[in-house]
């Protein structure tokens, strides 16, 4: 496919500190080719701004190439835009019309303050993940080999499937509740799902639930948006899996 | 674990949403059984089997129980929804300038706490016009009545119909018999003999022309009302709602108890929509048919 250079309009949240407001600033941007991805496109209008001696627009990066979890924005409505199963360093500019105006955001959640500009605080993620999104492992030295523990080749693929998360928080960003429970449903499912995760089962779907409440996520009213827009095409059956790992808890726990 | 966690526990609530809607989806299906008895036979059979039903829904003891657990859980799940709602509101405090949420969700399945409380209004409409009449109004409703021709006078006579299960019978033309002076009327339905101060028997409240003249059609108990066409739109604007909130709703409830299962999800999934349309669309229909038949 023969490259084309498009121009577009961009409104970008601008916003000086995670104490200031913020506000929607317009930028015009010319010949963005469309094989740039559009991490690519930020870079380009940040080399614009810096040439005006404007200060650049601050947003998260880190491997560019959808394994990281670290690139974010709501693109034009969308978490990492209008493409599917895709981080937003995977998505192309061809995906854009020439003369498009594109809008672009921070996820948008109380459990994710913005730092600056694009920029938010995802640490409430690691915070749940600190809370059980883990298996204690004795390493004095006798330590099992996991692959020596028989498992069902269908419970492997489900919990890999699981364990596909990045923890970009898309999911949060795209529910209309900024509901975190796709996040903490890959999560408690794939221990859930394997013998080496069972020991710490209960403790683990509680304190990794109380914790994202703590957070202040919201409450998940199976929309589905999150599986929709999920870059790893996680499933709501980890939704389910938590709530059933949840109710087995709630009920045997003492 | 806390065992207040059964209740605030976002996850737990979920459940209790499930099992309130899911119970209440139960008392759907038994309810327009019930409401099929105003339209499935014609005429005094129809009227008799109505009221017969609603007499029946207010005496038994176990519909006495399942009633108090239907209020309960409307109750409950409107207040536990409106709590979630107002909750999630506070999960974003600033929102997106420019959102797409038709990308990736259903219309109704976003809008479920606008389209529950257009249904609690309507609950609340609903049992106003009916039940409270039928339970607490202190105008006393009609009585089921059917009018006889004595063969030999050849006047007209209106007779009181009596449920006499549980009384020595007392046959509606006896109860002509004892005439106006000697009969009284209380607690709504109870015909008593005035002279001996005994109950004879009991009436049935007449439900049924309540209904059908709230409706549109004329009874000879009571008059059409004048307004039924907008009683009759509210309803089916009302079940309408009611089917989005279902077609979400029912699916969702499965989702929430944790059951989702490749083998069973789509037929869960044509269930709940199945269920959606025809539970409401039957409910419509009963109203629409006694509106355009009168």
């Avoid at chain 1, 003369?99 to 303050?113: D, L, M, N, V």
């Avoid at chain 2, 999630?88 to 929102?95: C, E, V």
Wanted: hydrophobic share 40%; glycine share 6%.
């Amino acid at each position: 496919m023969a490259s084309k250079y498009i121009n577009v309009n961009l409104k970008v949240w601008r916003q000086k500190n995670a104490n200031t407001k913020g506000k929607m600033e317009t930028y015009k941007l010319d010949t963005v080719s469309t094989d740039s991805s559009f991490l690519e496109m930020m870079d380009q209008l940040n080399e614009q701004l810096i040439n005006e001696r404007q200060e650049p627009i601050a947003f998260d990066h880190d491997c560019r190439e959808g394994i990281c979890g670290m690139c974010s924005l709501y693109i034009n409505g969308r978490a990492h835009g209008p493409d599917n199963a895709v981080t937003t360093c995977q998505l192309h500019m061809r995906k854009f019309d020439d003369g498009a105006t594109i809008y672009i955001e921070p996820w948008r959640s109380k459990a994710f303050p913005v730092i600056k500009d694009l920029v938010v605080d995802r640490s409430a993620f690691d915070r749940i993940q600190q809370a059980g999104g883990f298996v204690s492992v004795n390493t004095s030295g006798n330590t099992i080999d996991a692959n020596a523990t028989p498992i069902p080749k269908a419970d492997a693929d489900k919990a890999f499937e699981a364990a596909a998360c990045i923890g970009c928080g898309a999911c949060v960003a795209s529910c209309k509740n900024s509901s975190a429970m796709l996040f903490v449903g890959a999560k408690v499912s794939q221990y859930a799902l394997l013998p080496q995760g069972k020991v710490e089962a209960t403790n683990r779907v509680l304190n990794m639930v109380r914790q994202m409440e703590e957070e202040g996520f919201g409450n998940c009213t199976n929309t589905g948006a999150c599986e929709v827009e999920c870059p790893k095409g996680i499933s709501l059956e980890n939704i389910a899996r938590m709530n059933r790992e949840f109710m087995k808890a709630m009920i045997t726990a003492e | 674990m806390s065992k207040s966690a059964i209740l605030s526990s976002s996850i737990a609530k979920k459940y209790w949403m499930a099992l309130t809607g899911l119970f209440l989806c139960l008392f759907l299906v038994g309810h327009l059984l019930g409401n099929l008895q105003l339209i499935l036979k014609a005429g005094e059979e129809g009227k008799r089997a109505f009221n017969e039903y609603a007499y029946f829904m207010t005496h038994n003891p176990l519909i006495k129980v399942m009633s108090y657990l239907t209020y309960l859980s409307i109750l409950f799940h409107a207040v536990d929804g409106i709590l979630l709602t107002i909750q999630n509101k506070k999960a974003r405090p600033i929102g997106y300038a420019h959102n797409s949420p038709n990308a990736n969700s259903k219309f109704f399945a976003r809008q479920m706490a606008v389209l529950g409380s257009i249904i609690l209004i309507f609950i609340v409409i609903h049992m106003s016009n009916f039940w409270w009449k039928m339970k607490y109004s202190s105008d006393p409703m009609p009585l089921h009545s059917i009018t006889v021709v004595d063969p030999q006078s050849k006047t007209p006579q209106s007779l009181y119909i009596t449920h006499s299960d549980n009384y020595f019978p007392v046959s509606a033309f006896e109860n002509s018999q004892m005439g106006e002076a000697q009969m009284e009327i209380r607690n709504g339905n109870e015909f008593f003999n005035k002279q001996v101060d005994v109950k004879m028997g009991e009436g049935y409240k007449d439900l049924y022309s309540l209904t059908v003249a709230f409706f549109g059609k004329d009874t000879d108990a009571i008059k059409a009302n004048e307004q039924a066409g907008l009683a009759v739109a509210f309803y089916v604007l009302a079940m309408i709602v009611l089917s989005l909130h279902l077609m979400h709703g029912f699916s969702s409830a499965f989702q929430s108890l944790g059951v989702n299962h490749r083998r069973y999800n789509a037929g869960i999934k044509l269930f709940g929509k199945l269920f959606s349309i025809i539970i409401p669309a039957a409910f419509a229909m009963i109203p629409l048919y006694i509106f355009f038949t009168k």
